[in-house]
């Protein structure tokens, strides 16, 4: 079955670091989203992707945070200058053309150091 | 906006059934879900349900939708020890980018 697969699966990282999370969504999926849940709240949404550029982000996306597709497979997040308080657990989605179902990968955890 | 809420925890004997419930506030047309995660790992879709159904069931997995009170439950019939996990209830509008609203998540325990 087809999965969302993200790498790593832990990064630690020092404050005021670049860092960079991978996700490849689904094959032939045309919508692409990141959350992140910081350690026992609920999960929050960050940003969504579709046809190459941003198309809804939330307040916690700020310009410290951008995505990319570089290669038409991969998909990233990248923290400019992290912050003790970006230490969180990151998901990636994806979704396709007129699907319901978001599918998940297992998550990137992060943390700041 | 969109609005989902859960109670926290619950705790349910083996071979019993559990009912999680959830609240929602959207009033547009809305897919609403029920994920599963385990202790340390990812988002598992295990059901969606539409919101002009009222019931949709799925081997041990029965979801009921209440719209009038837009309230959401997910029952599992026979829970067993490796059901538990934490249950989130989310939502998304039909159409348009689809974003996922997250509930707090409940946490099911299941004692032998």
């Known amino acids: 079955e087809p999965e969302v697969t993200q790498t790593p699966s832990h990064q630690v990282t020092q404050m005021g670091q670049e860092v960079i999370l991978r996700c490849v969504p689904i094959?032939?999926?045309?919508?692409f989203y990141w959350y992140r849940q910081i350690l026992g709240q609920k999960v929050e949404f960050l940003v969504s992707f579709y046809n190459n550029e941003i198309s809804e982000k939330s307040e916690i996306f700020d310009d410290q945070f951008s995505v990319e597709r570089p290669d038409g497979s991969n998909f990233t997040l990248k923290i400019r200058s992290t912050k003790l308080e970006d230490s969180a657990m990151y998901f990636c989605a994806s979704r396709g053309d007129r699907e319901p179902e978001a599918f998940f990968g297992q998550g990137t955890r992060l943390t700041v150091v | 906006g969109e609005d989902v809420e859960q109670s926290l925890f619950l705790s349910v004997r083996e071979g019993d059934s559990s009912v999680i419930n959830c609240t929602y506030t959207?009033?547009?047309?809305?897919?609403l879900y029920w994920y599963k995660q385990e202790p340390g790992a990812g988002l598992q879709l295990l059901t969606y349900?539409?919101?002009?159904?009222d019931m949709k069931q799925d081997q041990r997995l029965t979801v009921l939708l209440n719209k009038k009170d837009k309230h959401l439950s997910l029952r599992i019939a026979d829970t067993q020890t490796g059901d538990s996990a934490i249950y989130f209830c989310a939502e998304s509008i039909r159409g348009g980018y689809q974003k996922v609203t997250f509930g707090t998540g409940t946490k099911l325990q299941v004692i032998p």
């Open positions: 959207d009033s547009s047309s809305t897919y």
């Open positions: 349900i539409f919101s002009n159904m």
């Open positions: 094959s032939n999926h045309l919508y």
